[in-house]
């Protein structure tokens, strides 16, 4: 950066000597008349606020002050008024020098809205930072310059005198502005430098990758101590990145490269079970987001590799970057998912088991085979049904699944440090509706055995019939015709009654957190699809 050129406060001023006003005299001159007549002409299409200060906010407002502006220089330039040195533009950034091409006086509305709201501190990604203390002198200069000039001309009458003193001003005004552009822009520039700095560390990081998987290969460099601390170094980069930019996701910055080495291995694994014919239901399903966790993050070092060559063009406000964005979307998605449901193997154990309960419930209602191969909006009102009647039934299995959907029912109650409690230790709403259920499962089983019926009337058939077909279903109906008259109503009042309760839980569950529901239930259905 070039040192400041030779402003001063003082030459900002009004020249007060003989010898000034002498070298401006010209300009009481009659043929300078219609020049001035314009300018003051254009002030009056500004808009003021009831104070008499300038709109400077509305649409309208900004349009009129920017033409004024205009005005302003070409005023300046028909009355061949000198110019302020403007040489430093010249070793602006290349997106300022766009903005400011030459040493004209190219007057900048935000230029002078700075000036006018002199607030000292600028705010970039969450990050305060101060203005120097000589760039808000020069604002404050600026601004007294800028509100002498709409004095003159809010009382014009186009005297001689006022046309030599509007001279000098406008004048004082350039001196003024000139040096509040210098020191502002060189301030704006200091302060854009570091938050890209952000997006140039993971450039580097992503670049020493490249250059090790070169010269050592892609199997081979795995094995390289540099290579695996500069892929650490690059997730931490990226996680950085994540925490700032990211405001249409969670902004996590605590998905660690961990997540990516275990996704590897867990594809690695998968791979070799699938070559000896061994094949889990929800295998497909896992190998996919374990996909994920490695397209993102190489989808991120692509992104990185084409910004490079074009560092200049990324917002230091980093989130307004879409690319960059719609990446670091992708890449927590996927290494949240993958953390959650395949990392968290207690997770993971209550998936695989409601998968298995969702297999089951097809083969007792053959109905439920086509809501999942159609994906029919009917299942996303079945499958929470499904996944509480088995997380009553399984307690142990289904306890984290719950707990990560429904926290705030577990959330004031002790740990007990047994993560396979039988029974569930939860607040009293969910303990009541837990009880209920034993109460209309040992009820459906007395009339099971008082039956000596198949296993097609036991109580978990009855109730999964219940939530995928309803209980006005003839099936059910069938199913009570066989109970004698003295237990038939009260069997079904209290299968109904539950039912309803179910409900209200199912609504629950999936509106508590809709984003980890939707997460959850996506993950289920991919595995079932992939079957």
Not at 160 to 180: C, E, G, I, P, Y
Not at 328 to 334: A, F, H, N, Q, R
């Amino acid at each position: 950066m070039c040192m400041c050129p030779s402003f001063s406060a003082s030459s900002a001023m009004m020249w007060k000597t003989s010898a000034d006003y002498d070298a401006f005299a010209k300009f009481g001159s009659a043929r300078y008349l219609s020049t001035f007549s314009l300018l003051a002409s254009n002030y009056q299409q500004l808009h003021l606020h009831e104070d008499g200060s300038v709109d400077t906010e509305s649409e309208l407002g900004r349009s009129a002050v920017e033409a004024f502006l205009e005005s302003l220089a070409e005023t300046a330039e028909a009355l061949g008024l000198r110019s302020a040195n403007r040489a430093h533009r010249a070793n602006f950034s290349i997106n300022y020098r766009a903005i400011f091409p030459d040493e004209s006086r190219n007057y900048k509305f935000d230029v002078l809205v700075a000036s006018l709201e002199q607030d000292s501190e600028i705010w970039v990604n969450g990050d305060k930072f101060e203005l120097r203390a000589e760039t808000v002198t020069w604002a404050q200069t600026l601004a007294w310059q800028w509100a002498e000039l709409c004095i003159s001309l809010s009382s014009w009458n186009n005297s001689d005198s006022q046309r030599v003193a509007l001279a000098m001003k406008l004048v004082s005004l350039d001196t003024a502005w000139a040096a509040f552009e210098y020191s502002y822009i060189s301030d704006l520039i200091n302060i854009e430098t570091r938050p890209r700095q952000l997006v140039l560390t993971a450039i580097n990081e992503e670049q020493k990758l490249t250059n090790l998987e070169t010269m050592y290969g892609h199997q081979a460099v795995s094995l390289i101590p540099e290579y695996i601390g500069t892929q650490r170094s690059l997730v931490q980069s990226i996680s950085h990145l994540n925490s700032v930019a990211n405001h249409l996701g969670k902004g996590r910055d605590d998905l660690s490269v961990e997540i990516m080495w275990d996704a590897m291995k867990t594809t690695q694994i998968y791979d070799a079970s699938e070559k000896k014919g061994c094949r889990s239901g929800l295998g497909p399903a896992m190998r996919n987001l374990c996909i994920d966790v490695t397209d993102s993050f190489l989808a991120m070092r692509r992104y990185l590799r084409e910004v490079s060559t074009r560092l200049h063009h990324v917002d230091p406000q980093l989130c307004n970057n879409a690319g960059l964005v719609d990446r670091l979307v992708d890449w927590e998605k996927s290494w949240e998912l993958y953390k959650i449901y395949v990392q968290d193997t207690n997770i993971l154990t209550g998936i695989c088991d409601f998968a298995e309960s969702i297999r089951l419930a097809q083969i007792a209602v053959p109905d439920l085979n086509h809501l999942c191969k159609d994906c029919d909006a009917e299942l996303f009102m079945v499958l929470p049904r499904i996944l509480w009647l088995r997380g009553l039934a399984k307690p142990a299995a289904h306890l984290h699944v719950f707990r990560h959907l429904l926290p705030h029912r577990f959330a004031d109650i002790q740990e007990s440090g047994n993560d396979a409690q039988e029974q569930w230790l939860c607040d009293s709403d969910l303990t009541a509706f837990i009880e209920q259920f034993h109460s209309v499962y040992a009820l459906l089983e007395d009339n099971q055995r008082f039956l000596r019926s198949s296993s097609s009337h036991s109580a978990s058939k009855v109730l999964i019939r219940n939530v995928v077909l309803g209980s006005e279903s003839k099936t059910q109906e069938d199913m009570y015709s066989l109970l004698s008259a003295s237990v038939r109503e009260q069997t079904k009042q209290a299968v109904d009654k539950f039912m309803n309760r179910l409900e209200g839980w199912s609504i629950e569950i999936q509106r508590y957190s809709a984003k980890d529901w939707n997460q959850f239930i996506s993950v289920v259905v991919a595995g079932l699809n992939s079957e």
